[in-house]
Antibody
Framework: AVQLVESGGGLVQPKESLKISCAAS????????MYWVRQAPGKGLEWVAR??????????YYADSVKGRFTISRDDSKSMVYLQMDNLKTEDTAMYYC??????????WGQGVMVTVSS | DTVLTQSPALAVSPGERVSISCRAS??????MHWYQQKPGQQPKLLIY???NLASGVPARFSGSGSGTDFTLTIDPVEADDTATYFC???????FGAGTKLELK
């Protein structure tokens, strides 16, 4: 069965850093573009970051709201994807979902990890 | 960025047919996908590339459209379909605000 399991969330203060991780299993991880999508409490979904596959040079893309502060990376040997979040702001408070895009849409989703930025 | 516009909410009775619309501010070809999200759960892919049923999704769900106008149809609606439905375009990766479906 496909599994995406996020970890590393928590409570941090503004301007601090946090790194969240996602462990994937049950599908060919190296063939999937991986994304982080977030959802603020009671709000809609927002794409945050994307990383493509090795044939596409692991190209990365970011939402304007996080560009220059967040870094997505992947380790195909471990089937892991990461999101390094620096200079966090209160508006970054959200549930962060790891997702895998295979058909074009987001086929697989993790349960999510909560990140709270508050002083 | 491409803005996706959805109606905020709909209410239907079980057994009826419901159509949920999503309008894009610019053409996205057929790169439109639909998700169902129930409270406290992660989203679930229902339809990919406008009209393709995702694996394991009941045939009561269908999608149509291309360019700027897209529709998710549920026929017939069941009580378990109470959820928020999001459209998402992968032309430049944006989501609609979601349509909350309630059962009468």
């Amino acid at each position: 069965a496909v599994q995406l399991v996020e970890s590393g969330g928590g409570l941090v203060q503004p301007k601090e850093s946090l790194k969240i991780s996602c462990a994937a299993s049950g599908f060919t991880f190296s063939n999937a573009a991986m994304y982080w999508v977030r959802q603020a409490p009671g709000k809609g979904l927002e794409w945050v970051a994307r990383i493509r596959t090795k044939p596409n040079n692991y190209a990365t893309y970011y939402a304007d709201s996080v560009k220059g502060r967040f870094t997505i990376s992947r380790d195909d040997s471990k089937s892991m994807v990461y999101l390094q979040m620096d200079n966090l702001k209160t508006e970054d408070t959200a549930m962060y979902y790891c997702t895998a895009a295979i058909t074009g849409g987001f086929d697989y989703w993790g349960q999510g990890v909560m990140v709270t930025v508050s002083s | 960025d491409t803005v996706l516009t959805q109606s905020p909410a709909l209410a239907v009775s079980p057994g009826e047919r419901v159509s949920i619309s999503c309008r894009a501010s610019e053409g996205v070809n057929s790169y439109m996908h639909w998700y169902q999200q129930k409270p406290g759960q992660q989203p679930k892919l229902l339809i990919y590339k406008a009209s393709n049923l995702a694996s394991g999704v009941p045939a009561r769900f269908s999608g149509s459209g291309s360019g700027t106008d897209f529709t998710l149809t549920i026929d017939p609606v069941e009580a378990d379909d109470t959820a928020t439905y999001f459209c998402q375009q992968s032309w430049n990766d944006t989501f609609g605000a979601g349509t909350k479906l309630e059962l009468k």
